[in-house]
């Protein structure tokens, strides 16, 4: 089984439930975090709609807070997911160019390019 992860009509990722639990759960980690909605809404009948305005809010500030340490451990702690959310933002057309990236995060981008040929749609 598998669930899909949409937006606009187009399907930006469609995991295995166990991935997809695994990241669902993570979302809600970092939207208290971040205390910001990630425009990621509830799983319905194995489908998710993505709202496009609050998700790039949401990585925009994922980046910020990124770039905000140095902590190794803080740092490995986060780059999964923040690396699974740059391919969704990659895939529903929100650049992560390098001034959002910054240089603090200069690996991210090459990792979501690498994750993201082995995620399926």
């Known amino acids: 089984m598998s669930q899909y992860f949409d937006m606009g009509g187009e399907t930006l990722w469609n995991p295995s ?9 993570q979302v809600a980690v970092f939207e208290a975090e971040l205390e910001l909605p990630s425009g990621i809404g509830p799983m319905e009948n194995d489908e998710c709609e993505i709202d496009p305005a609050a998700f ?9 807070l990124h770039r905000e340490t140095d902590h190794a451990v803080v740092l490995a702690l986060r ?22 990236l910054g240089s603090a995060a200069a690996g991210l981008r090459e990792k979501a390019h690498e994750l993201g040929r082995r995620m399926p749609r």
């Open 17 to 25: 439930n166990e991935a997809s639990g695994l990241f669902r759960r």
């Open 56 to 64: 790039e809010v949401f990585v925009d500030a994922l980046l910020a």
């Open 79 to 100: 780059e999964g997911f923040t690396v699974t959310v740059l391919v969704l933002a990659e895939r529903a057309g929100i650049g992560a160019d390098r001034a959002r």
